[in-house]
Nanobody, 124 residues
């Protein structure tokens, strides 16, 4: 049974940092990627970052490029999202998802399993 669990969210002031974790079980990641998405109140879920399990390549939304870093730890069965220089517009629920293929994609339908999400709130 596939399970993804996010953690690490919280309340932080603008300019601060948070590190999100996505721990997974019951999943074989040798061909699929992991992505982070976020959803602000009243808005659709949007792509944030993704990492390929095949070669470790990464992709970032323009809005977070240079501020966020996605990484993985195979031994711990985890993917991380280091978020620096946070802005109020980064506020939302952050979700990790397992991709359907080894290609890095930015659309929601490209992911098939999701965690329950972790809340990130950035105050101005």
């Amino acid at each position: 049974q596939v399970q993804l669990v996010e953690s690490g969210g919280g309340l932080v002031q603008a300019g601060g940092s948070l590190r999100l974790s996505c721990e997974y079980s019951g999943v074989t990641f040798n061909t699929n990627n992991i992505g982070w998405f976020r959803q602000a109140p009243g808005k659709e879920r949007e792509f944030v970052a993704a990492i390929s399990w095949r070669d470790g390549s990464t992709d970032y939304a323009d809005s977070v490029k240079g501020r966020f870093t996605i990484s993985r730890d195979n031994a711990k069965s985890a993917v991380y999202l280091q978020m620096n220089s946070l802005l109020p517009e980064d506020t939302g629920v952050y979700y990790c998802g397992q991709g359907r293929s080894s290609m890095l994609v930015r659309f929601i339908s490209g992911y098939r399993y999701w965690g329950q999400g972790t809340q990130v709130t950035v105050s101005s």
